[in-house]
């Protein structure tokens, strides 16, 4: 099975090449697919249109041409990292391959595959649906660190099929915004890293959450990864920062060695809105909120949740008119984003309680003119899923609001229905330039907030200390707001600012900046550098699980930041396994939260560990 064990870091010239992994050993897994009896046909899928890069497979389809379909977008998409094309795979109710003749494919960039069921059983693929290394001409090697942009939920795969190294194995080496959920995985091997490719193999994930997997899951490379409510039948090993919560068949807490951090419920979470195929058509699911859960919410008969008719969603694809999305909305319908990618001229605004935005394929909303893509009301309930903000050239005060401070305690979000966001991933250039002075502001209390990654981007086009300028990914000033899997990466100053009383984060990963030109544009009031979590000095209760930082200042590998996280010093902010490393031999963290903790050097690389702060 493969371990990690440290390693020299390496780094290529358009994107951070590190991981904390070592080369590892491969093993097979060995796996018994058991076959699978065929599921009666589904009803006709809806009639709808949901354009041209929704496609909807159905069991009656020959495999040849469903292997057709999923490997023509593979192949386009597995290297098109920056690019335009979005795609939603759907499988309807039913068995896809055999154990004998499995159905196996790749995930590319801006893929979501998902099934249309109302448990993920009513849906087995036989085979596997993979995300294997990117193997670069550069000097990089073989890697999964820019495996970003896609999607798997709603399946069961009977793991089967594959040859040497990658027989019965289910690979899925992602880094960020990649998130695995409500899946059941039997039969074979999982493993988070590609271990079959040629080295260095590193990754840098991850999200998983409600779903159940039979074998042990392989780590591997995985610098850090969050797991939430979910069924597992082991754990192979850590890298810095593997974070559990809710998860039964997790390792035991023990960080920092090795550093896990195992809490046995997940104190506040909803799971995110699916699509389901039924009698009536296509439908969507929406999961309740609920609060110190563990393992997953569905069974053989689906899951709890409200369920609405496509017909009460306006459909929209790019193109469309933002006044006629926002007159649909106030109308009273919700709003299913087909894949693509939308110029937003003025914002999406979000009014009344209970509204769904879905995204499909990975849905990108780019501001234009400085506009905020999507303004939420405070009222409860609204879900936003399955969704991509870029930031436009003309700069962005706030490219997603969660409410207004002049709307806080006027009876809008509640504790019992909070509004939640679930895979919402936000970019500040990267594909084209961008600016935005915030990512994400959230002013509504009682918000959920689970698995986001906040990009400032490090690589890609308008990338620079003056091009793609952005203060900070996250600043929420409600009280009572939960992240679960929140990745802010690169901003210019905090990368995150927390004002609200009562705010829990479990699982938090972040890189500082990496492109500062010296130390004199990045300090501020005699501290060096920008804390990436900060916790304003007013605030008296918080509370954070899980918690890495780090460092790469490749422009000038002198630039300090004195600490990582910066909290005051009260009996109710409390932080738990928090872990700082310098990677590449580039930037120190002088210490870990506030002035406690050792400093990560370009000559020692870390981790430096802080267990437990404050309370």
């Known amino acids: 099975m493969p371990q990690s064990s440290p390693h020299p870091l390496r780094t290529r010239a358009s994107r951070r090449q590190f991981g904390a992994a070592a080369a590892a050993l491969a093993v097979l897994l060995s796996v018994f697919a058991s076959a699978q009896g065929a599921n009666a046909a589904?009803?006709?899928?809806?009639?709808?249109?949901?354009?041209?890069?929704?496609?909807?497979?159905?069991?009656?389809?020959?495999?040849?041409?469903?292997?057709?379909?999923?490997?023509?977008?593979?192949?386009?998409?597995?290297?098109?990292?920056?690019?335009?094309?979005?795609?939603?795979?759907?499988?309807?109710?039913?068995?896809?391959?055999?154990?004998?003749?499995?159905?196996?494919?790749?995930?590319?960039?801006?893929?979501?595959?998902?099934?249309?069921?109302?448990?993920?059983?009513d849906v087995t693929i036989n085979g596997s649906v993979d995300v294997y290394n990117r193997c670069f001409t550069d000097g990089s090697g073989c890697i999964a660190l820019d495996n970003f942009w896609r999607s798997i939920s709603n399946l069961h795969i009977a793991v089967a099929g594959g040859s040497g190294c990658q027989t019965n194995?289910?690979?899925?080496?992602?880094?960020?915004?990649?998130?695995?959920?409500?899946?059941?995985?039997?039969?074979?091997?999982?493993?988070l890293m590609d271990y079959c490719t040629a080295g260095p193999q590193y990754a840098s994930g991850g999200f998983l959450a409600d779903s159940k997997v039979s074998a042990t899951i392989v780590n591997g490379s995985q610098q850090q990864f969050y797991s939430r409510n979910s069924t597992i039948g082991g754990w192979s090993n850590a890298v810095w920062n593997q974070v559990f919560s809710g998860v039964q068949g997790a390792p035991a807490q023990s960080f920092p060695t090795p550093p896990y951090t195992t809490l046995p419920t997940t104190p506040a979470s909803r799971e995110k809105p699916y699509l389901v195929q039924g009698a009536g058509g296509?439908?969507?699911?929406?999961?309740?909120?609920?609060?110190?859960?563990?393992?997953?919410?569905?069974?053989?008969?689906?899951?709890?949740?409200?369920?609405?008719?496509?017909?009460?969603?306006?459909?929209?694809?790019?193109?469309?008119?933002?006044?006629?999305?926002?007159?649909?909305?106030?109308?009273?319908?919700?709003?299913?984003?087909?894949?693509?990618?939308?110029?937003?001229d003025r914002s999406i605004q979000v009014k009344r309680a209970g509204t769904v935005v879905l995204?499909?394929?990975?849905?990108?909303?780019?501001?234009?003119?400085?506009?905020?893509?999507?303004?939420?009301?405070?009222?409860?309930?609204?879900?936003?899923?399955?969704?991509?903000?870029?930031?436009?050239?003309?700069?962005?005060?706030?490219?997603?609001?969660?409410?207004?401070?002049?709307?806080?305690?006027?009876?809008?979000?509640?504790?019992?229905?909070?509004?939640?966001?679930?895979?919402?991933?936000?970019?500040?250039g990267g594909p084209h330039a961008g600016k935005a002075t915030v990512g994400v502001q959230v002013d509504s209390d009682h918000v959920l907030l689970d698995d986001l990654w906040l990009w400032r981007a490090d690589h890609g086009a308008g990338v620079g200390w003056t091009q793609n300028t952005s203060d900070?990914?996250?600043?929420?000033?409600?009280?009572?707001?939960?992240?679960?899997?929140?990745?802010?990466?690169?901003?210019?100053?905090?990368?995150?600012?927390?004002?609200?009383?009562?705010?829990?984060?479990?699982?938090?990963?972040?890189?500082?900046?990496y492109d500062a030109p010296n130390q004199a544009a990045w300090q501020h009031d005699g501290t060096l550098g920008y804390a990436a979590y900060k916790v304003a000095d007013s605030v008296t209760t918080h509370e954070l699980w899980g918690a890495g930082s780090y460092i790469y200042t490749n422009v000038d590998p002198t630039l300090h930041a004195t600490r990582a996280f910066e909290v005051p010093v009260t009996p109710g902010v409390r932080l738990h396994d928090l872990s700082t490393v310098s990677l590449n031999k580039a930037g120190t963290i002088d210490h870990v939260v506030n002035d406690t903790g050792n400093a990560v050097t370009p000559t020692h690389q870390g981790p430096e560990t802080v267990v437990e702060y404050g309370g």
């Open 359 to 428: 995204g499909l394929g990975l849905a990108t909303l780019t501001a234009e003119n400085g506009s905020t893509p999507l303004v939420i009301d405070d009222v409860p309930g609204v879900d936003v899923a399955g969704i991509t903000v870029d930031a436009g050239p003309v700069n962005s005060d706030v490219l997603l609001q969660v409410g207004t401070k002049h709307q806080r305690g006027q009876g809008g979000s509640s504790a019992a229905d909070p509004i939640s966001l679930q895979d919402v991933f936000l970019r500040v």
């Open 282 to 344: 296509l439908s969507v699911v929406v999961p309740p909120a609920t609060t110190n859960s563990a393992g997953v919410s569905w069974s053989s008969t689906g899951s709890a949740g409200r369920t609405i008719p496509l017909s009460d969603f306006v459909v929209a694809k790019p193109g469309d008119s933002i006044a006629r999305i926002n007159a649909a909305l106030a109308g009273g319908k919700n709003l299913l984003l087909t894949p693509g990618v939308y110029s937003i």
């Open 42 to 121: 589904p009803p006709p899928p809806s009639s709808t249109d949901l354009g041209p890069n929704v496609i909807v497979f159905t069991p009656d389809m020959p495999q040849s041409a469903i292997q057709s379909k999923v490997d023509a977008i593979a192949a386009q998409q597995v290297d098109s990292e920056m690019g335009s094309g979005r795609y939603a795979l759907l499988f309807a109710p039913g068995t896809y391959g055999t154990p004998a003749n499995p159905l196996r494919f790749q995930v590319g960039y801006y893929t979501e595959v998902a099934g249309l069921g109302a448990s993920p059983d």
């Open 472 to 513: 900070t990914g996250l600043v929420v000033n409600g009280d009572d707001v939960t992240a679960t899997g929140l990745f802010v990466e690169h901003f210019q100053k905090y990368n995150v600012i927390w004002n609200g009383e009562d705010g829990r984060t479990v699982f938090f990963q972040n890189e500082l900046p």
């Open 169 to 191: 194995t289910e690979f899925w080496a992602v880094s960020q915004a990649a998130p695995m959920r409500r899946m059941d995985i039997t039969g074979g091997g999982m493993s």
